[in-house]
C-alpha cells in the first residue's frame, strides 16, 4: 500500500520560510519512479511545482518559483522536500506530493493529503 504523507506547513509572515517533507512508503525507490510537489489554492486549479525523475534530475514546472523554492530529497529516497523562501502571500495554498511511474501521468499517481501553507501580508 503506498502511501504519502506531507508535513511542515503551518502560518508564516510574508518573506518568511517553511520546509515541506513528505515521507513515502509502498513504492521504494527504483529507476522507475518519479516525485513531484504540487499545490492548489482556494478557487484554483492546481498547480505543478516541481518534480524530481529517477535519475535525481529536477524540473521546474513554474518558472516564477525556481529562484525561491528548492526540491531535494533524503539520500533513501524515502523523503522528498520542498524548501520555500521568501514566502508571499501569493503562496497561500495547500501542497500536496505525488509519486508515480514514470511513464505514466499525474493523473494516474499516489497522493499525499496536503499540507496547509498559509503567508500572512
Known amino acids: 500500500q503506498v502511501q504519502l504523507v506531507e508535513s511542515g506547513g503551518g502560518s508564516v509572515q510574508a518573506g518568511g520560510s517553511l520546509r515541506l517533507s513528505c515521507i513515502i512508503s509502498?513504492?521504494?525507490?527504483?529507476?522507475?519512479?518519479?516525485m513531484g510537489w504540487f499545490r492548489q489554492a482556494p478557487g484554483k486549479e492546481r498547480e505543478a511545482i516541481a518534480s524530481?525523475?529517477?535519475?535525481?534530475?529536477?524540473?521546474f514546472y513554474a518558472d516564477s518559483l525556481k529562484g525561491r523554492f528548492t526540491v531535494s530529497q533524503d539520500n533513501t529516497g524515502n523523503t522528498l522536500y520542498l524548501q520555500m523562501n521568501s514566502l508571499k502571500p501569493e503562496d497561500t495554498a495547500m501542497y500536496y506530493c505525488?509519486?508515480?511511474?514514470?511513464?505514466?501521468?499525474?493523473?494516474?499517481?499516489?497522493w499525499g493529503q496536503g499540507t496547509q501553507v498559509t503567508v500572512s501580508s
Open positions: 505525488a509519486a508515480r511511474k514514470y511513464a505514466s501521468n499525474w493523473d494516474s499517481a499516489y
Open positions: 509502498g513504492f521504494s525507490y527504483s529507476t522507475d519512479r518519479v
Open positions: 524530481i525523475r529517477p535519475d535525481g534530475g529536477i524540473t
